[in-house]
């Protein structure tokens, strides 16, 4: 891929965000050896607000399999069952803004359960992630410190 391709002015900072989608959904941002990503919130049936360091999975299947959208939800009753990333700011419904899906990170909420060096997958909390259980589950990464709440993100583009 020629770097001409890649978009290297942003209008927003990573914690910024946005009733217009003023970046284009789906775009990549890369910063250092983190990639983030601009996707639409969506609260979902349970209304479930946005939370910087809360984790998102994709709103539904369209999301995941046309990648048109890039729609995230905290409401995990609502989503696809895929980590789409984490919040990087307060992102009001039907609003755009930064989440990372690919580093290190901090996750504001604990994981639901795990320890250092196992697999991540969708939580049973509403933003939280968990160990996987299954070898059919989708990975998110690894807890490098699950008691620190430090992961390291490997979220589907």
């Known amino acids: 891929m020629s770097n001409e391709s890649m978009k290297k002015v942003f209008q927003t900072k990573l914690t910024d965000t946005n009733t217009s989608d003023i970046e284009g959904i789906g775009v990549l941002r890369f910063e250092g050896s983190r990639i983030f990503k601009w996707v639409k919130y ?44 984490v919040l990087q700011a307060v992102i009001a419904d039907e609003s755009f803004g930064w989440i990372q899906i690919k580093g290190v990170a901090i996750l504001g909420l604990a994981l639901d359960s795990g320890a250092d060096g196992n697999e991540l997958i969708v939580g049973t909390t509403d933003g939280a992630l968990a160990v996987r259980a299954l070898a059919t589950s989708h990975t998110a990464g690894v807890a490098i410190d699950a008691t620190a709440k430090i992961v390291l993100l490997d979220c589907p583009w």
Do not use: F, K, P
């Open 42 to 85: 969506e609260a979902g049936t349970g209304s479930v607000a946005a939370v910087a360091g809360n984790c998102v999975v994709y709103h539904g299947d369209d999301s995941v399999v046309l990648d048109t959208e890039a729609d995230v939800t905290s409401d995990y009753t609502d989503g696809a069952g895929v980590v789409a990333g």
